[in-house]
């Protein structure tokens, strides 16, 4: 047999073998739209949100929990509408997770108030006893950094100017140390006394969290 | 050096290195599978499950699972040319900066340095860093292969070369990313795309390192181990060849019923599907290769590993499909089943062919008696017993947790609470915690078993 006494050809012809399926299936499908469609009610995220997202990165929250609900009745039920693909559009990388130790987290937003997130994260074993979820306080005791906002927000082509990006860090610093803020009383309970007045990175991730599946309910209601 | 020519050394560095990380890629695993049911070992940022559970699948995986290939790679590549190392220096280096790479992935994934891509978490110096070491190994996989003195390559090069073609690919597209700094980049890809790109990479990762590279040893070691020729060599090519075309095809089937384009979906399945056929080549291949000897189960103890471990490859390839099809992924995906499927790989098929590959080639490189066959064969029992339990427990688990999650009242509303079914399967997680000792336990004898072994005075006859 010829090609099994030359290492090259047979190499060659090994990689032309495997080239095959992943061209039909992973390369084509890049150049295609419905692989990625894109919908003008999804928006990029905020520099918080984006920071947000970044933080469960950071602690691997992909490794228990999902964010695609798919189209089975019961599912629906649980979490509600199924994933479409426009959601995903501002993705990089994609968080759909492969396993639930926890709950799918893909329309979270706006399901509970920041308060509830709070007291959650901090611990919570304190509103489920028996959960397995690690706590999170200490995101509380990190102030966000939000030093390279900017940067990121060019890098993932947002399009946001680096005013904006300011903007969007004050208000939402406005926003979460405010006296009539909705969520105060949990917020400076989990939070240590010298960074009440600052964004924190629990003040992040909440945001993240409150932002999930939010636009597409407005995408849905236009349908 | 020994008389040959060969090079053991850095078969032996990459063997050892292999011990090290099962152990402590296991202890990690079992600290994880005890957070699982008492979240208290939940201790500091750095051991939250979060960022500990890619330090247990990348140390698993590529700490153990890679280094283990290479030592055996490094071996057969020697003796099936009839020719030594081209590059022994080279292979030093790359001992070497495969270790640094491992311990610097650790560090860097408890930091929560994590791209989240799974078995691709690493930030991109570090994929830099795995990229030039892949590029040390493969220097001597073609220099030796052209310097050979066997004209024909044997089916385990075969398995070799294309692994070393593939994860090259694989590796370079799916960490392709936008760096931010130092410890931080973005995937090229976006949404739909990125998953897509992601699960091509993470089933054929799985495929050409607990796969390609493990049947590279299987047809390799047993018929050393037992004397007996493969049964039949155009099987092998058969296979061979259907199981590299046919991989590439079925990442997808991770992604079943997720926003993914359909048709994506389904082509995946249909190839997982066709993908038992060279499976089961290797699988019946193997079992031919016995015929008529099978006594050798109850009289050669390296027959029992080769034998259960390609058994448990045939129930993987079996289940792996099945599970990929869209009714029965609709009920079993994202549950502890998947858990399960992928430990029977890992503990049952992989761990028990790189057991035996190492018990046949390390009293032969280093020309000592293996230390003790008893304690070999209390490994065996210990992992085979430790390996059931603790994949039957997930199984159950993951039917379980199923099943609740689908549990409707008459009047349509859902029966359990997302909680109510996670903590049903506390016990489950307890039992599998349990069983992960027993196998704990096996692989330390395995380890204690080599490390006697070249503690031992040279053996007076040497053959190597």
Not at chain 2, 174 to 179: A, G, M, R, T, V
């Amino acid at each position: 047999m010829g090609i099994y006494s030359k290492p090259v050809v047979f190499a060659v012809i090994a990689t032309l073998v495997i080239l095959v399926g992943t061209v039909v299936t992973v390369f084509v499908p890049m150049f295609m739209p419905s692989t990625q469609p894109v919908s003008a009610y999804v928006k990029p995220y905020t520099s918080i949100e984006q920071e947000g997202r970044d933080l469960y990165m950071r602690e691997g929250c992909n490794n228990c929990h999902t964010q695609t609900v798919r189209p089975l009745r019961t599912e629906v039920l649980r979490y509600g509408e199924y994933s479409k693909a426009e959601e995903f559009a501002w993705d990089r990388p994609f968080l759909w997770g492969s396993k639930r130790t926890g709950p799918d987290l893909n329309r979270i937003g706006g399901k509970y108030p920041d308060s509830w997130h709070y007291r959650h994260m901090h611990s919570p074993q304190s509103m489920f006893g028996k959960s397995n979820m690690p706590p999170y306080g200490w995101l509380a005791e990190n102030k966000l950094d939000t030093s390279e906002s900017f940067r990121k927000t060019q890098i993932l082509g947002y399009g946001y100017s680096e005013a904006e990006v300011q903007q969007q860090i004050a208000d939402y610093k406005a926003r979460v140390t405010a006296p009539d803020y909705d969520s105060k009383a949990t917020r400076d309970e989990v939070t240590p006394a010298a960074l009440r007045g600052e964004l924190t990175e629990m003040d992040a991730i909440i945001a993240y969290m409150q932002k999930l599946g939010r636009d597409v309910k407005a995408m849905e209601s236009q349908q | 050096m020994n008389d040959t020519g060969y090079d053991y050394s850095v078969v032996r560095g990459f063997a050892f290195s292999a011990l090290f990380w099962l152990v402590i890629g296991l202890v990690i695993g079992l600290w994880l599978a005890f957070e699982m049911f008492d979240p208290a070992l939940n201790l500091t940022p750095w051991l939250s499950f979060g960022r500990l559970r890619v330090v247990h699948t990348n140390g698993l995986g590529v700490g153990f699972g890679l280094s283990g290939i290479f030592a055996t790679a490094y071996y057969m590549l020697q003796r099936l040319t009839r020719t030594p190392l081209p590059f022994p220096r080279l292979a030093k280096a790359h001992l070497w900066v495969f270790n640094a790479a491992i311990a610097a992935a650790a560090v860097t994934l408890m930091a929560g340095m994590n791209t989240t891509k799974e078995y691709a978490e690493l930030e991109w110096p570090l994929d830099v860093g795995v990229v030039i070491m892949w590029v040390m190994f493969a220097i001597n996989v073609f220099a030796i292969l052209i310097k050979r003195q066997e004209k024909q390559m044997y089916i385990s090069l075969w398995y070799l070369v294309s692994m070393t073609v593939t994860i090259a690919v694989l590796y370079i597209v799916n960490n392709l990313e936008i760096p931010l700094n130092l410890y931080k980049s973005y995937s090229i890809y976006a949404g739909g795309n990125d998953a897509n790109v992601q699960w091509w990479y993470g089933h054929n990762i799985v495929g050409f390192i607990f796969t390609v590279p493990v049947l590279a040893m299987f047809y390799y070691f047993l018929p050393k181990a037992t004397g007996l020729p493969i049964y039949s060599h155009r099987l092998s090519i058969v296979s061979f060849w259907a199981l590299i075309f046919a991989y590439l095809w079925t990442g997808a089937h991770h992604l079943m019923l997720t926003p993914l384009p359909e048709w994506i979906q389904t082509v995946a399945i249909a190839f997982s599907i066709f993908l038992i056929a060279p499976s089961w080549g290797s699988v019946v291949n193997g079992y031919y290769t016995l015929q008529g000897n099978w006594d050798q189960m109850r009289t050669n103890y390296l027959t029992k590993f080769f034998i259960i471990g390609i058994t448990f490859y045939g129930l993987q390839t079996l289940q792996g499909p099945l599970q990929g099809l869209r009714t029965l992924n609709a009920f079993f995906h994202y549950t502890d089943w998947v858990i399960g499927h992928v430990h029977m790989g890992t503990m049952g098929w992989v761990t028990m062919i790189i057991s035996a590959s190492f018990y046949y080639m390390i009293p032969r490189i280093t020309d000592r008696e293996l230390y003790s066959v008893k304690l070999a064969n209390a490994h065996f029992w210990l992992i085979l017993v430790g390996q059931l339990a603790w994949t039957v427990t997930m199984w159950i688990g993951g039917i379980q947790m199923a099943a609740m999650w689908k549990a409707t009242n008459p009047d349509g509303s859902l029966m359990y609470s997302f909680l109510d079914g996670l903590t049903s399967l506390y016990p489950y997680y307890r039992m599998r915690f349990a069983a992960g000792v027993i196998y704990f336990i096996g692989i330390l004898v395995f380890a204690w078993n080599i490390i006697q072994t070249v503690r031992q005075a040279p053996a007076a006859t040497s053959k190597a």
